[in-house]
């Protein structure tokens, strides 16, 4: 029988929440275990803080601003080619359980069936968040993070679990078909995504804890960067908390769901041994949560709780127990899917196969660049990460500059001190991407949807007010 391959990717799980990751109180022991059978790349990038564009970036192997999906109005429609394309083309069969948040179930993905997929809310998403200059904007109604906060079930949790009988089943059916034709098959959790609603006993175990509080709080007199506070001014969750306990059981919420995800991914690879298939394994997540650092919550920003995520790959050319530090992204991944298959996609794509930058030399000097141009932005932002150093360039506003090996929880930005510094990595910055013509074209691509949908009024009505409903009847 042919090796399969199993493609994980959860929703706003940070890099950090994972006990392989060296986190000091998480639970952690179904993906420490996949860690211990493979390779954990340590520092691994979203090419987007947020779901549509890091999500359509990763299926199409480009940037967000090649491939114009600049926000959570903006699903992935089959354009460009995924690597599911490719799959396709080589004849591997190539399915899908769970989130993907594209467009629509029959828009050609690359996927030969999608099962119980949730896509984005009646096919357009947020337009409402397109609209992002800062005297135009509206913010919506209710709380991003969920009118309950705490213990028990949610459409997402149920969804989640659905999610994990239905891939039981899939290894299940594959196993008995005997087929041994080459396959891959996607499953999109959503944990540890908000609504921040926690299955017991993973709630009741971290609100028993001492848990700490999030680091830098405005509170405590850390004073945010002017384009982060304008950015969550649009949605500020943490000013929504009734009050000191709500915002206890908010932590405690956000890192229960992290252990309530290992718990699934457990169940999802002890059915898969069951099942008796032949399988790699790759671990990954969209982006990563803020979870009260800050006073954020969600995702939406150039610091590593949101733009830094675990990736995790097996197989026999992953060394197992290995942690690789060279800087990756979501586009290397996309990479590695069809490598995976003795398939060549790279061309003119930036990314590379996972499995050749684990067995090569260190790079610890590779660039790795992550832009955000959605909701609450009332201007581009993008990253470029290059060896000790981390450059935050915001469009309209002073840039941010961190010494990683110095300061790695991004606590003091360092670029009045380095204007060398901030120079040459603009300079790096600018051989990827024109910053100035890019965060034009998002503003233009934006204006024209709104205009598309009837003008603002018809737009600010349009798609979820916030996390996109799980599917009715998974």
């Known amino acids: 029988m042919s090796r399969g391959l199993v493609v994980i990717l959860s929703d706003e799980h940070r890099w950090d929440a994972m006990s392989c990751a060296g986190h000091p109180f998480l639970r952690t022991p179904n993906l ?6 493979g390779t954990r790349f340590a520092r691994a990038y979203t090419p987007s803080p947020i779901c549509v564009p890091a999500r359509a970036a990763f299926a199409t192997g480009r940037h967000v601003h090649e491939t114009g999906h600049w926000d959570n109005s903006m699903p992935y429609t089959g354009t460009p080619e995924s690597w599911g394309h490719v799959l396709q083309r080589a004849g591997v069969r190539c399915e899908s359980i769970g989130k993907l948040h594209y467009r629509d179930p029959a ?7 999608e099962h119980i997929p949730m896509m984005v809310k009646d096919g357009v998403g947020m337009v409402f968040a397109s609209i992002r200059r800062e005297e135009e904007r509206i913010s919506p109604e209710g709380r991003m993070l969920g009118e309950h906060i705490g213990g028990g079930e949610s459409d997402y949790t149920r969804y989640d679990a659905a999610i994990v009988e239905r891939s039981a089943q899939w290894f299940a ?4 078909s005997g087929d041994d034709a080459p396959w891959c098959l996607y499953v999109g959790l959503v944990a540890p995504h908000f609504p921040l609603v926690c299955p017991e006993p993973f709630f009741s175990r971290l609100r028993g804890l001492d848990l700490p509080d999030p680091k830098l709080l405005p509170r405590d007199g850390y004073v945010r960067h002017p384009w982060v506070e304008k950015q969550n001014a649009f949605m ?7 009050d000191a306990d709500e915002r206890r059981d908010a932590v ?20 898969l041994d069951q099942s008796g298939l032949d399988a790699d394994v790759i671990y990954a997540s969209d982006h990563g949560d803020n979870a009260g650092a800050r006073g954020l919550w969600g995702k939406s920003n150039m610091y590593d709780e949101s733009v830094r995520v675990p990736l995790i790959c097996t197989g026999p050319s992953f060394a197992a127990g290995a942690v690789c530090e060279t800087p990756v992204s979501l586009l290397d991944l996309s990479q590695t899917i069809p490598a ?3 398939l060549d996609w790279q061309g003119e ?17 590779r660039e790795i660049l992550s832009q955000y141009h959605a909701a609450g932005a009332v201007s581009g932002a993008f990253m470029l990460v290059r060896g000790r150093w981390k450059l935050i360039d915001y469009i309209g506003f002073e840039p941010e500059l961190f010494d990683l090996d110095a300061d790695q929880g991004e606590q003091i930005s360092v670029a009045e001190d380095h204007p ?3 120079a040459h990595l603009r300079d790096r910055l600018a051989g990827h991407v024109d910053t100035v013509a890019v965060n034009a074209a998002a503003f233009r691509a934006q204006d024209a949807l709104v205009a598309f949908h009837g003008g603002r009024d018809a737009a600010l009505k349009l798609g979820a007010r916030g996390a996109t409903p799980a599917p009715s009847d998974p």
């Open 32 to 37: 420490d275990a996949l860690a211990e059978k």
């Open 107 to 113: 828009d050609p993905v690359g996927f030969d069936a």
């Open 173 to 176: 059916d594959q196993a008995a």
């Open 236 to 242: 500020d969750s943490e000013a929504s908390f009734r």
């Open 252 to 271: 405690a919420a956000y890192w229960g769901l992290c252990e309530w995800l290992d718990h699934n991914i457990g169940r999802i690879l002890d059915a």
């Open 340 to 342: 995976h298959f003795g």
């Open 349 to 365: 794509r930036p990314g590379r196969p996972l499995a050749d930058i684990a067995a090569g030399d260190p790079e610890p000097e």
């Open 420 to 422: 060398e510094i901030v």
